[in-house]
Antibody, heavy 119, light 107 residues
Framework: QVQLMQSGAEVKKPGASVKISCKASGDTLFNHYVHWVRQAPGQGLEWMGIIKPEDGTLSYAQNFQGRVTLTWDTSTNTVYMELNSLTSDDTAVFYC????????????WGQGTLVTVSS | DIKMTQSPSTLSASVGDRVIVTCRAS??????LAWYQQKPGKAPSLLIY???SLGGGVPSRFSGSGSGTEFTLTIDSLQPDDFATYYCQQYRAFPYTFGLGTKLEIK
């Protein structure tokens, strides 16, 4: 059973960037879709983007286009999400999620990473 | 983008009740709909995929139905552990959009 471990909480100033890691154990990320989802305090889930290292699938939601970059490191079985030009609206928990085998649905989730943007 | 409209936004029910949550897509998504449960301070967990397939380890009191643009999540005989927030998500086309959520509260 795959387990996803995300990097720890971050505090950033407006205008800064943040890079969050999502490391898998127990199975690979390489041939699966990995999603990133943002959840602001008390709010719903917002899909940010998707990557599949095996075939280079990469797509970003319009709301984040130009500010978000998803990358991967096959040697460490890790996917990264970098978000630039942070504002207070980016104060949120960010989740990574890996697809189930044979599907693109988010079947396995990381524990979430809290990013606080404050001056 | 495909817009997902969930209703109701809040639902009050009692242990043992049967509840139904509805999700409507702004265009046909065939069967490519998932339901997630989220408890406070926790990551979402997959309940239903492909509109009606039960996720691994999910109790059989949860069921999903629908296709095209209209979908439902049904919970039979509510248990105390079921009081949470539920989200639908389409994965027919990028961006994979979520509904706004349904908070299931104890009556």
């Amino acid at each position: 059973q795959v387990q996803l471990m995300q990097s720890g909480a971050e505090v950033k100033k407006p205008g800064a960037s943040v890079k969050i890691s999502c490391k898998a154990s127990g199975d690979t990320l390489f041939n699966h879709y990995v999603h990133w989802v943002r959840q602001a305090p008390g709010q719903g889930l917002e899909w940010m983007g998707i990557i599949k290292p095996e075939d280079g699938t990469l797509s970003y939601a319009q709301n984040f286009q130009g500010r978000v970059t998803l990358t991967w490191d096959t040697s460490t079985n890790t996917v990264y999400m970098e978000l630039n030009s942070l504002t207070s609206d980016d104060t949120a928990v960010f989740y990574c999620a890996r697809s189930q085998s044979g599907s693109s649905v988010s079947g396995h989730w990381g524990q979430g990473t809290l990013v606080t943007v404050s001056s | 983008d495909i817009k997902m409209t969930q209703s109701p936004s809040t639902l009050s029910a009692s242990v043992g009740d049967r509840v139904i949550v509805t999700c409507r897509a702004s265009q046909s998504i065939s069967k490519w709909l998932a339901w997630y449960q989220q408890k406070p301070g926790k990551a979402p967990s997959l309940l239903i995929y492909e509109a009606s397939s039960l996720g691994g380890g999910v109790p059989s009191r949860f069921s999903g139905s629908g296709s095209g643009t209209e979908f439902t999540l049904t919970i039979d005989s509510l248990q105390p552990d079921d009081f949470a927030t539920y989200y639908c998500q389409q994965y027919r086309a990028f961006p994979y959009t979520f509904g706004l959520g349904t908070k299931l509260e104890i009556k």
